[in-house]
T-cell receptor, first 111, second 111 residues
Framework: KNEVEQSPQNLTAQEGEFITINCSYS?????LHWLQQHPGGGIVSLFM???GKKKHGRLIATINIQEKHSSLHITASHPRDSAVYIC?????????????FGEGTQLTVNP | DSGVTQTPKHLITATGQRVTLRCSPR?????VYWYQQSLDQGLQFLIQ???????AKGNILERFSAQQFPDLHSELNLSSLELGDSALYFC??????????FGPGTRLTVL
């Protein structure tokens, strides 16, 4: 079993829909990251969370440390949001800021 | 633009060969992390350097090695290449607040 599980693996939405991607982890963490990877391959860091909620534009990320769960929400989705979204954690028992990754969620937003 | 540079963007080589991937972190960041993204294994941490010193090792094969130079750029050396080494290799520069900034990646194809 992976230490970081994401769901769903694939998600198709219509433009304008509200989208939720979930991430669960099984070990203690010091932080959780949400990353976006576009078809060209580049990875962009969207959020780094250790508690609560963060918002940036149409993106919202929440984390519940007790339940070991995080969600990434996209409001008013747009075709340009189509990408792979990756949840990654910094484990408490490891040194430095190395990340352990989920398998990613492929999001496709149709016009 | 993350401020992290990686060269080359693409590399095609044959089995048994040796290649060097290069990464320059963001100005002011002392840490460099190397990650491998393959189709079957997803994203995995390989190795971390901090101010010229190796700090942590992950799933890095013995055929692979890395170093960080006094100007803080880092090189990842892959030798005796196998077909299974074909992957995207990312480096990430980590700020003092533990935010990760990913380079554009090097796509390695071993034929």
């Amino acid at each position: 079993k992976n230490e970081v599980e994401q769901s769903p693996q694939n998600l198709t939405a219509q433009e304008g829909e509200f989208i939720t991607i979930n991430c669960s982890y099984s070990v203690g963490i010091s932080a959780l990251h949400w990353l976006q990877q576009h078809p060209g391959g580049g990875i962009v860091s969207l959020f780094m969370l250790s508690s609560g909620k963060k918002k940036h534009g149409r993106l919202i990320a929440t984390i519940n440390i007790q339940e070991k769960h995080s969600s990434l929400h996209i409001t008013a989705s747009h075709p340009r949001d189509s990408a792979v979204y990756i949840c990654a954690v910094r484990l408490l028992l490891t040194s430095g800021s190395r990340l352990t990754f989920g398998e990613g969620t492929q999001l496709t937003v149709n016009p | 633009d993350s401020g992290v540079t990686q060269t080359p963007k693409h590399l095609i080589t044959a089995t048994g060969q040796r290649v060097t991937l290069r990464c320059s972190p963001r100005s002011g960041d002392l840490s460099v992390y190397w990650y491998q993204q393959s189709l079957d294994q997803g994203l995995q941490f390989l190795i971390q350097y901090y101010n010229g010193e190796e700090r942590a090792k992950g799933n890095i094969l013995e055929r692979f090695s890395a170093q960080q130079f006094p100007d803080l750029h880092s090189e990842l050396n892959l030798s005796s290449l196998e077909l299974g080494d074909s992957a995207l290799y990312f480096c990430a520069s980590v700020s003092s607040s533990n935010e990760q900034f990913f380079g554009p990646g090097t796509r390695l194809t071993v034929l």
